[in-house]
């Protein structure tokens, strides 16, 4: 298998298992564990969508030097329809992540991860021992970094919910099949 080839191959893969697994509404009346595990081996191979978008979205070259592979499709593909494929790996990651981490509230927990690690940072670097002290910086550190974050919660949930609604995700998951048999067939 030479260099393009294998191009081919690991890009219409990738985005054909992650189209399957976007389309999971469409296999809740036939088994909701069917739909369930689809829903969490989609969260893998989201996160590798991602990665592989933004490794070729930024021409770093950083999974070809590690696999030796490359993954955008070659220039010689005939299809005018395969230069949006970054467009629709970026779409399915998204979708494929945020799916099962949307009800995660993950601003509070940083939001006290980093008010725990600025209160010890400050106890050990500047030796302050005053627990009021050590708890007002606590609660202002908390409050800041849970209103920065919380925002952008916020707006990852949004764009979850409207990724997650049954039809846009069926669609998004026969777009990205259909890349990928594209992708694959050239």
Same mark, same amino acid.
């Given at each position: ?23 999971? @509404? &469409?296999?809740?009346?036939? /088994? ?13 191979? =989201? ?8 490794? &070729? ?5 950083? %999974? ?5 592979? =490359?993954?955008? @499709? ?5 299809? /005018?329809? &395969? ?8 779409? %399915?990651?998204?979708? %494929?992540?945020?799916?099962? &981490?949307?009800? !995660? ?22 030796? +302050? /021992? ?31 919910? +409207?990724?997650?609604? @049954? @039809? !846009?995700?069926?669609?998004?998951? %026969? !777009? /990205? ?10």
């Amino acid at each position: 298998m030479g260099l393009s080839t294998a191009m081919v191959v690991s890009t219409a893969i990738l985005l054909i298992v992650g189209g399957v697994c976007a389309a999971a @509404p &469409l296999f809740k009346r036939v /088994s909701k564990g069917l739909e369930k595990l689809l829903v969490i081996v989609g969260l893998a191979v =989201g996160v590798a969508v991602i990665i592989v978008t933004i490794d &070729l979205a930024l021409g770093l070259g950083i %999974l070809s030097s590690i696999f030796g592979i =490359g993954f955008a @499709p070659g220039p010689s593909l005939n299809n /005018s329809y &395969l230069q949006y494929y970054l467009v629709v790996m970026a779409v %399915l990651g998204i979708l %494929l992540f945020s799916r099962p &981490l949307r009800n !995660v509230r993950w601003a509070s927990l940083m939001a006290l991860g980093i008010g725990i690690l600025v209160a010890a940072y400050l106890h050990i670097a500047f030796s +302050v /021992s005053s627990t009021t002290i050590l708890g007002v910086v606590f609660i202002i550190t908390i409050l800041i970094v849970y209103t920065l974050l919380r925002f952008v919660e916020d707006i990852l949930e949004f764009i979850g919910t +409207v990724l997650a609604f @049954p @039809p !846009v995700a069926i669609a998004v998951g %026969l !777009v /990205s099949v259909y890349f990928g048999i594209i992708t694959y067939g050239s």
